[in-house]
Structure formats: C-alpha cells, structure tokens
C-alpha cells in the first residue's frame, strides 16, 4: 500500500490521481471561491520563469507591457456583438459599490479588448502611431459553470494578453509567425511539450476574430486542451471600436489588429503529460532547483558527510540545490518525498561514497542511477539535465505521435477517440456538419487544421459526404 503522504491514485484514473498531484506536490489548493484555486509558491515560480522568458522575448520585437482597469462598461463590452455573444454566458458582473446600485454593470475581465480599444480609438491618429503592440500580463474571470479542474479549468486564471494595431494585414501574418514562434519554442524548450499547431474552423475561433490560430496538446485521458493562440481580427474590433488612422495619403482608414495569449493552463498541462504515479515530473529548465542532495548520515560520519554534502551544493550552486539535512526524516522518507515534488535530480553522498570519491546521482524522470566522480559533477551535471529536458520531449512527442489517426468516417472518429486518441478527418466548411457530428458524437468537435494541408482529392466530408474542404483535427477537449 502507497505510503499516504504520497499518490494513492494510479495515473489511470487521471482526475483522481491528477487532484492528488495538485493538493500533495503543493501546487495548488482549494478555495471558498469554487473554481477560483491558489497558485501555492511551487507553481507560482514556475509561472514566473514563463514570464520572464516570454516577456524578454516579446520585447525583443517590440512588444512593450501596459496595465488596463479589471473592470469593464457594460457599454464598450456590447459594442463588438460577435465578441460579447461569445463570451456572456461566463462574464462575472459588478452591479453594486456597497448598498448603492450602480449606475451600469461593470463587467469583471473575461478578456480586455473593449477596454483597451475604448483608448486605442483615443491614441491613434495618423500611420505615424502604428505599430502599436501593448500587452499585459494579468488575471481574468470566465464563469463557465462546467467542473473546475486545478490549472486546467478555473473560473480565474493568469495569463498573458496581446493586443497589436497595423496598418497591414501583411504585419498581421508577420507577427503571427514571430510570436507562435516564441510560444512553440517556450513549449519545447522549458515545457518539453510537443503540440499540433493550426487554424481554427470558423465555428470554433476566437468571437469576433477572423481566423485562430493555435496550438493544441493532448493529456493522457484523452481530452485535447487548446494552449497558446493567435488570433487575426481583421478590421472587426476597428470597425466596432472605431479605431481608424491617416495613411501617409491623408486617407482615412481602419487598422488591422491581432490578440494572441498564453495561460497557466499550460502549468496544468505539463504536469499532467510528464508525472507518473509517484508524483511531479518538471523539465530541469522551469525550476529555480534543479536537485536535491541528501546525505545518508551514520552517527559515525555524520560530520564528514555533511560537510562533503555543503561542499557538493557549493559546487553546483548555479542549478540552486535543495541541501536536505534534515535529521529526523529518514533517506527513503526523503527519496519518496523529493520525487513526489519533482524534482529532476537527486545526488545522495553517503559514507561509502566519500571512500570512493564518487556521488550517486538519480534521474526522476526514469529513475536511474548514475555513479559520478565527486571532481566530475560540475562537468557531468549540466549534461544529465539537458538529457533529462530532450528526454521528456522525446517521450511526450512519441506519445502524441501515437495517439494521433485518421479517420474517414463517423465510426471511424468514434473508434478513435475511445482510444484517446485525435484523429485527423475530412470535413467541409458548413458549420451545421460540426454541429451535427458535435451532436451524434457526445461531444467531439474540431481542434484545428494542419496548416500545411495535404492533397484533398477523393476525400469526402465524413457527415454529408460531399467533397471535403480541408483535414482538421479532431477531439474531445477541456
């Protein structure tokens, strides 16, 4: 029987196992708020690597940090109806300052576009003002009554929101490439997490967008979760918002505009792909530490192994170690507690050890032990954890491989994701087709198509079988 201070649920049963993660590996808890969590410091710092890193990057192409008010008019929310359709049925309201009942609703952010454009419509006067690329890094409130889930569902939640005003839809397509970029290479190289990017259909983009663009990624029950996107807006908001600008002609014209986002959703989602049934595993490149070092401790040698073990952490101060000296836990207590927090390394140095001048170092990804010289570890380390971080990509991207098919019909697409997999279908662009298979599916619906397209010849819409438009993915999803 699992040690209860541990995981007691198998990885199998991912909603039960996966809320005993959250709750024993102290990433998160509960609240008197349903659906609103507490991001405990563990998962805090890891959201804080992901600002640091993205936002240096979004600078670097001039993309600068502004802060906008949480709460919004109900009057600018209503003025992109497409937008406000979309996203009323979770917007929170604030109808009273104490006992006085306010002279409007204020909305609380379920995203920032009308208020933001209420001031670009100010700010924006000539070509010379454009471009503009603001983002902010806040919180907001979607209050969808399905079943919250830590980090993966929740009715507030952190995360990024751009909102970049051009004169072209051509600076449109151009940062939409530059800054999927940014997200995709944060995913792989301090996530390790491969996903499927791709265009939204027209029935499931972004209200009040022109097209979305995203990346998708499975988790191990089989349910698809949307991760970063892009979305091109056209002139939609302009147009609403009048948000117009002189051309160097002294023409008056609508700007183009684009919003693209990245969530701590995807915190979820990195735990749930890598962990296993003895708690956390964390890609070394998202954790300020990195190892732990535990000296297994005799009355004896007590004295020398400790000082051996402060010697070790000093060598390796730069992956910032967890010295674990304390005396009234055992090594195994230790061991099973480290690994249930995840993380990546661990160097035990007994007195054996010091005899033979060497550390034993383990990999919590596989487990496996490396025996390394102790004048070794400054050089061997920095290698150990590079493989770690390849290694899980590795895994997680075999593993998406595996669960993604094709499917040319209705049964064949039922047959697959009973499987957990995503399977690829052809399909056509009548919304009613979505519906339809939304409807005889209990729930499957489209993820996004492949942007490089392949030959569509002879390939029919698996619900009205007419000819197909174009291969898009499809799933179930949070």
């Known amino acids: 029987m699992k040690d209860s201070k541990g995981i007691t649920a198998e990885k199998d ?33 890891m959201w804080e690597k992901l600002v640091s890193v993205v936002d240096k990057e979004f600078k670097k192409i001039g993309i600068k940090n502004a802060y ?17 359709k979309g996203f009323n049925p979770e917007v929170a309201w604030v109808t009273h300052a104490g006992d006085k009942k306010l002279d409007e609703k204020l909305a609380v952010r379920p995203t920032s576009e009308a208020i933001i454009y209420d001031s670009y419509s100010k700010w924006i006067r000539s070509w010379k003002d454009l471009p503009l690329k603001l983002n902010i890094w806040n919180s907001v409130v979607r209050w969808e009554f399905k079943h ?20 072209s839809h051509e600076d449109v397509t151009k940062d939409r490439e530059l800054i999927l970029s940014i997200y995709q290479k944060f995913l792989r190289e301090y996530m390790a997490l491969p996903g499927l990017i791709g265009k939204k259909t027209d029935k499931e983009k972004f209200a009040g967008a022109v097209d979305t663009y995203t990346i998708e990624l499975l988790i191990p029950n089989g349910k698809a979760i949307q991760g970063p996107d892009y979305h091109d807006d056209g002139q939609n908001f302009a ?42 595993i964390i890609p070394p490149k998202l954790l300020d530490n990195q190892l732990v070092i535990v000296p297994i401790i005799t009355k004896k040698d007590k004295e020398k192994v400790i000082r051996t073990a402060r010697e070790i952490s000093k060598t390796l101060s730069s992956y910032n170690p967890i010295l674990d000296i304390r005396e009234d836990y055992t090594p195994g207590f230790k061991f099973n507690e ?93 919304q009613e087709c979505e519906d ?15 942007l490089e397209q392949p030959s569509l010849k002879n390939k029919k819409c698996i619900e009205c079988k007419q000819q197909a438009d174009y ?5 179930k999803s949070y």
């Open 68 to 84: 906008f008010p949480l709460l919004i008019p109900e009057s600018l929310l209503t003025k992109e109806q497409q937008h406000l």
């Open 13 to 45: 049963d991912f909603s039960k196992w996966f809320t005993e993660l959250m709750i024993k590996a102290e990433l998160a808890d509960y609240t008197k708020v349903s659906g609103c969590i507490v991001f405990k410091p563990r998962a805090y710092a």
């Open 338 to 430: 480290w690994e249930l927090k995840g993380i990546p390394l661990r160097i035990e140095i007994g007195p054996r050890d010091i005899e033979k001048k060497q550390a034993i170092v383990v990999k919590r990804n596989d487990n496996k032990k490396i025996f390394i010289k102790l004048s070794q570890l400054k050089k061997e380390i920095p290698k150990i954890l590079d493989n770690i971080q390849d290694e899980l990509y590795s895994k997680a991207e075999s593993a998406l491989k595996k669960a993604t098919t094709k499917a040319d019909s209705i049964e064949e697409l039922k047959l697959a994701i009973n499987k957990k997999q995503i399977a690829l279908v052809p399909l056509c662009k009548k």
């Open 239 to 280: 147009k609403a918002y009048n948000i117009k600008y002189l051309d160097k002609n002294s023409k008056e014209q609508f700007v183009h505009q684009s919003t693209y986002a990245i969530t701590t959703r995807m915190l979820g989602v990195m735990f749930a792909i890598h962990s296993d049934n003895k708690g956390l």
């Open 148 to 167: 919250p889930v830590p980090f993966l569902r929740t009715r507030e939640f952190l995360w990024q929101e751009g909102h970049n005003v051009y004169s």
């Open 471 to 475: 291969l898009v993915y499809m799933g």
């Open 436 to 450: 339809i298979i939304k409807e005889k599916t209990n729930g499957i619906k489209t993820l996004n198509m492949p």
